[in-house]
């Protein structure tokens, strides 16, 4: 109720895109078998989203172009992205949801 009246579609939090990055590259890849179902899909996403940290951005300036520091830690989120997907997978796994 209250977001929508500030609410501006400028506002991504990054660690979601990494997060569906890192399910689609292991998803696409032989790395690892991940349950395709779109429930397993959502809970996989939502455990690792779970156990991300916020990175909010709103520029787009900012999202086209980011400064060194944001890529830096874009950098890191993505490492930590794919080890929250892949516990999450292994939780999903050990305890199927559908």
């Given at each position: 109720?209250?977001?929508?009246?500030?609410?501006?579609?400028?506002?991504?939090n990054?660690?979601e895109?990494?997060?569906?990055?890192?399910?689609?590259?292991?998803?696409?890849?032989?790395?690892?078998?991940?349950?395709?179902?779109?429930?397993?899909?959502?809970?996989?996403?939502?455990?690792?989203?779970?156990?991300?940290?916020?990175?909010?951005c709103?520029?787009?300036?900012?999202?086209?172009?980011?400064?060194?520091?944001?890529?830096d830690?874009?950098?890191?989120?993505?490492?930590?992205?794919k080890?929250?997907?892949?516990?999450?997978?292994?939780?999903?796994?050990?305890?199927?949801?559908?």
């Amino acid at each position: 109720m209250y977001k929508e009246m500030y609410y501006h579609d400028d506002l991504q939090n990054l660690a979601e895109e990494l997060v569906f990055e890192q399910i689609h590259l292991l998803v696409k890849g032989d790395e690892v078998d991940v349950p395709s179902s779109e429930v397993s899909i959502q809970d996989i996403a939502a455990i690792a989203l779970n156990n991300m940290p916020a990175k909010y951005c709103c520029d787009f300036l900012e999202k086209q172009f980011p400064g060194e520091h944001l890529t830096d830690e874009v950098r890191e989120l993505q490492d930590y992205a794919k080890r929250q997907v892949l516990k999450a997978i292994k939780k999903v796994k050990d305890i199927p949801h559908d």
